[in-house]
Each structure stands twice: as C-alpha cells, then as structure tokens.
Nanobody, 119 residues
C-alpha cells in the first residue's frame, strides 16, 4: 500500500525558510522518482519539483527555481523540500507524489501540509 505523509508546514514570514518532509511507504525512492506539488484554492495542483530515482537529476518550476531544493534520504525513504526566501505567493498546501517531470502519473497523493507565508 502506498502512503505519502507530508509534514513541516506552518506559518512563516516573507523571506523565511521551511523544510518539508515526505515519508514514503509502499515504494522505494531508488525505484520511483518523487516530487513536490502545491495547490491553492481555485487553482489546479501545480508540480514544482521532481528528483530522478536513477540519477538524482532535479527539475523545478520557474516559480521556485533558485529558492527551493528537493532532496531524498533513501535510507529513510524520505523526500525533503527546502524552501528559502519564501514569498506570500508560495502559500499553498504542499504534497509529495511520484513524478515524471512535474506531473504525477499515478493516483497517489498524501494529505498535504499547509504552508502560509504572511507578515
């Protein structure tokens, strides 16, 4: 059974940082690429990052490139998203999921974790 458990969200000031975690069960991160997505009310879920399971190459949406970094700890089967220089427009519910580029080709989603950037 695939389970994706996101954590680490919260309220942060503009310019601040957060580190999100995604504990994965049901597949290993050396077998499937993992990525991060986000969604705000009234908008489609947006793929923002993906890391390859084979060569660790990363892809980022232009909106987060240079500020966010995706990584994995395969021993813990956990993915991370380090978010720096946060902006109010980063406010969203953040999800991890399998990825191809910034697309989730599966129907697997976790509950997400809320990130709010506000002064």
């Amino acid at each position: 059974q695939v389970q994706l458990v996101e954590s680490g969200g919260g309220l942060v000031q503009p310019g601040g940082s957060l580190r999100l975690s995604c504990v994965v069960s049901g597949f290993t991160l050396d077998a499937r690429s993992i990525g991060w997505f986000r969604q705000v009310p009234g908008k489609e879920r947006e793929g923002i990052s993906c890391i390859s399971s084979t060569d660790s190459r990363t892809d980022y949406a232009d909106s987060v490139k240079g500020r966010f970094t995706i990584s994995t700890d395969n021993a813990k089967n956990t993915a991370y998203l380090q978010m720096n220089n946060l902006k109010p427009e980063d406010t969203a519910v953040y999800y991890c999921a399998p990825c191809v580029g910034t697309i989730n080709p599966t129907h697997y989603w976790g509950q997400g974790t809320q990130v709010t950037v506000s002064s």
